[in-house]
């Protein structure tokens, strides 16, 4: 099983998606993690909600410092994954392992306002879009490849082309 870590500012709603997916689609070959550089300190309900139809334990929902896996004893992640803007221009702790990197730009669907039901459709955006991604990197023989080849293919997968919910146009991702 690899390690997949999601890192964005607030570790409340994309990357908090990317932990879920990962685990739930992988059927054991992936363990997703998350955290954030600057974590608001809670799960958007939003994110919770979509984790919750994807039954993803709840208990292990938590908007956490990126800083806790750079700790003695934290898991070595494999496979490291920033998911918003801010996260990737910023100076990131040493991860242990070497692990494969790759940018996969997403909008912040908690950015979006107006009714509950825009938002719903935001957050679903986002992670159909999260979804595409992880079953793209999950069709690749990941556990066989070095680590140049997935951080090539990592790379690929995060310029695919994703639907912005907030301005509701297409963009490929930075």
Not at 59 to 76: H, I, M, Q, T, Y
Not at 83 to 106: K, Q
Not at 125 to 153: F, G, K, Q, V
């Amino acid at each position: 099983m690899l390690n997949i870590l999601f890192l964005c500012t607030g570790n409340s709603a994309r990357s908090i998606l990317g932990e879920a997916l990962a685990t739930t689609l992988s059927h054991g070959r992936l363990r997703g993690y998350s955290a954030g550089s600057h974590p608001g300190g809670k799960v958007n309900p939003f994110a919770a909600e979509l984790c919750a139809r994807m039954n993803y334990p709840s208990e292990n929902l938590r908007s956490k410092s990126w800083d806790e896996f750079g700790l003695p004893g934290a898991p070595v992640m494999d496979l490291i994954v920033t998911v918003c803007d801010s996260a990737a221009g910023e100076a990131c702790p040493v991860w242990l392992g070497h692990p494969a990197t790759a940018h996969w730009g997403l909008p912040d669907p908690a950015a979006v306002t107006g009714n509950d039901d825009h938002k719903h459709a935001a957050f679903r955006a986002i992670h159909d879009a999260m979804r595409t991604r992880i079953e793209m990197l999950l069709a690749l023989p990941i556990e066989n490849m070095t680590l140049d080849e997935r951080r090539s293919e990592m790379r690929r997968i995060g310029g695919t082309v994703v639907l912005d919910p907030v301005t509701e146009k297409w963009f490929p991702a930075r």
